[in-house]
Nanobody, 126 residues
Framework: QVQLVESGGGLVQAGGSLRLSCAAS????????MGWFRQAPGKERDFVAA????????WYADSVKGRFTISRDNAKTTVYLQMNSLKPEDTAVYYC???????????????????WGQGTQVTVSS
């Protein structure tokens, strides 16, 4: 089992940047693929980005491609989401998620993931 705690959210102006972190505790972090999702008020939770267990493969939603970068540090058991050129429509609660396995599977839906963090609020003002 793994526990996930997100941090780094906050209020930023449009065009600004934030870096989210997701610290994992528990066993075998390097055996988990990791993902970020977000949920805006009144909307469903949507896929943002994912990274394979090794960090060798990454996937992004079209809406964030070229602006967001997902990365991980297995030694620190932490996954990051660097968010640049933020837009008001990026405002949401951002969730970190973990999926057991080293298959390289492109996990982009909620059901693909086994564990979730509590979320961190990101607000982008216009």
């Amino acid at each position: 089992q793994v526990q996930l705690v997100e941090s780094g959210g906050g209020l930023v102006q449009a065009g600004g940047s934030l870096r989210l972190s997701c610290a994992a505790s528990g066993r075998s972090f390097s055996s988990y693929a990791m993902g970020w999702f977000r949920q805006a008020p009144g909307k469903e939770r949507d896929f943002v980005a994912a990274i394979s267990w090794s960090g060798g493969s990454t996937w992004y939603a079209d809406s964030v491609k070229g602006r967001f970068t997902i990365s991980r540090d297995n030694a620190k058991t932490t996954v990051y989401l660097q968010m640049n050129s933020l837009k008001p429509e990026d405002t949401a609660v951002y969730y970190c998620a973990a999926r057991w396995g080293r298959s390289g599977y492109r996990a982009t839906i909620q059901a693909d993931y086994d564990y979730w963090g509590q979320g961190t609020q990101v607000t982008v003002s216009s």
